[in-house]
């Protein structure tokens, strides 16, 4: 048992999320903490799942010593988490906070949870979605087993409880609403003047580019993050300099690094062939 912080790297998820539950059978669940890759290739037109991204974050915010749990003694992450930049910043990106009893103004929320990437639907069915009707606001936090209920009498917040999501029943009361952003690029002003500026120069991406100047998230535009932000960084860049590294069967990772590569640059390959073909150009 070390005070230093552990960073593990695995060659897969699997590997590493039956880690992260022994290791935290053995240390406390709050000292260990799994840190996944997107789901998603990072040209991909498709946005990786809000749950991820809420689970992430999670991690970035207690690294950056923003969150209610100290930064995790262990973080153990595949080794395509540890390969994939990421837009700098993203511990700092807090969350909607509600607490029971205190004022907020409705359309106040409903704008913070737009900003924070959430989708507003009619009714709340999946995560990073919410629901405004009259004096009662829906939201289903990217980390939450279930939807909240914020029902609100004026601008006081008089109750919070959990619902399901089968037969909208309410269920449990709930001592706050704690949203955190379900995506890791956020529509800012900046983001948005660039996502305009970027579809003037490839107007191939204008589909894409339209919606994010105008405000609206669309289904893979973390794809653009790289032109869309100031600076990319790493996992590693945010862990502390005592950090100690363990590369699990350094091998396996080694070869799970190489073909991680060689299929991104292969799929890229065939994007290309598809839209030489009349299909949609790759990003």
């Not at 923003?66 to 003694?73: A, F, G, K, S, V």
């Not at 990106?93 to 949870?113: K, N, Q």
């Not at 009662?136 to 006081?156: A, N, Y």
């Not at 107007?203 to 100047?213: M, S």
Request: glycine letters at 6%; proline letters at 7%; a negative charge.
């Amino acid at each position: 048992s070390t005070s230093r912080p552990i960073l593990l790297i695995t060659s897969t998820y699997r590997e590493a999320e039956s880690l992260t539950a022994s290791l935290g059978s053995i240390l406390g669940t709050d000292a260990v903490a799994y840190y996944p890759a997107w789901e998603t290739l990072p040209h991909e037109r498709l946005s990786p799942r809000s749950d991820t991204v809420g689970r992430r974050l999670s991690v970035l915010r207690r690294l950056a010593g923003n969150d209610e749990l100290p930064p995790p003694h262990v973080i153990v992450a595949p080794v395509r988490a540890v390969l994939q930049p990421q837009v700098k910043g993203l511990g700092d990106l807090l969350p909607v906070t509600v607490v029971a009893g205190e004022d907020f103004d409705i359309d106040a929320l409903a704008r913070a949870l737009a900003d924070a990437a959430y989708v507003r639907v009619d009714l709340v069915e999946r995560r990073g979605e919410f629901a405004v009707r009259g004096g009662i606001i829906d939201v289903f936090p990217p980390t939450e087993e279930h939807p909240l209920r914020v029902e609100l009498w004026g601008d006081d917040v008089e109750e919070i409880r959990s619902f399901s999501v089968a037969d909208q029943r309410t269920l449990e009361k709930a001592e706050r609403l704690w949203a955190p952003p379900c995506r890791e690029l956020l529509l800012t002003d900046d983001v948005r003047e660039r996502a305009a500026e970027l579809g003037r120069q490839h107007p191939q991406l204008l589909e894409l580019t339209d919606k994010l100047a105008a405000g609206i998230a669309v289904e893979g535009m973390e794809s653009l993050a790289p032109v869309l932000v100031d600076e990319m960084e790493l996992l590693v860049d945010l862990m502390p300099d005592d950090t100690h590294v363990l590369v699990l069967d350094p091998e396996r990772v080694r070869t799970r690094a190489h073909d991680l590569v060689a299929t991104s640059e292969e799929f890229l390959g065939a994007s290309w062939a598809a839209a030489a073909g009349g299909g949609t150009a790759p990003i």
